[in-house]
């Protein structure tokens, strides 16, 4: 166990040159995008990482919440500076509250600093709750959306898809989507689903 562990930590800092701790080798890299051919980020899940140099060296710009779990669950950059992070967060005082705990946190300047937003969302199969996938992107500074999946059967992809028309400072719920899953927009009005 210790040394598949290690060889882990190892391919991770060979792919993208992060130096990883034990319990991130634990975690392997869920999502990632460079920007340009050197600027970049990566997401293991639980930590937000940032790269100005082709991924010889990594910082940590994981925006912080006020509860005592999160996780990154999403990440959208537009371009080297401007980008937004979707969390999912519970502070294990209810297990209905902790199910619809999610943030959003915006940075205009590379994740040095994160301005955060609790959007309301209701979860309308409570029985089932969210499995915790979700789906986040931006067509422009001010048009996003994100889709948060239902936990369902394996056959089954239903979910809840909020859009936000001011940057992610507030959020509205929109139709259900036919299929919860990733998504494409273009511009403020046109874009694709997949799944």
Not at 99 to 120: L, Q, R
Not at 159 to 182: N, Y
């Amino acid at each position: 166990m210790r040394q598949s562990s290690l060889i882990l930590g190892l391919l991770a800092v060979f792919l993208i040159g992060v130096p990883v701790s034990a319990q991130q080798m634990a975690s392997p890299i869920q999502s990632m995008k460079l920007l340009t051919a050197d600027v970049g980020w990566a997401s293991n899940g639980q930590t937000l990482f940032w790269t100005t140099d082709g991924g010889k060296h990594w910082k940590d710009i994981t925006p912080k919440l006020a509860h005592k779990w999160q996780a990154v669950s999403s990440v959208s950059f537009l371009d080297t500076s401007t980008g937004w992070a979707l969390l999912n967060c519970a502070d294990r005082h209810s297990e209905k509250m902790d199910d619809t705990c999610f943030e959003v946190a915006a940075t205009t300047d590379a994740g040095a600093n994160w301005s955060v937003v609790h959007p309301k969302v209701v979860d309308p199969d409570p029985e089932s709750g969210f499995s915790g996938r979700t789906y986040l992107g931006f067509a422009d500074q001010t048009h996003g959306w994100m889709v948060l999946q239902i936990n369902k059967s394996v056959g089954l992809s239903s979910g809840v898809m909020l859009r936000t028309e001011d940057g992610g400072k507030t959020w509205i719920r929109l139709p259900a989507p036919p299929i919860a899953d990733h998504f494409y927009f273009v511009t403020a009005k046109d874009g694709w689903l997949a799944g």
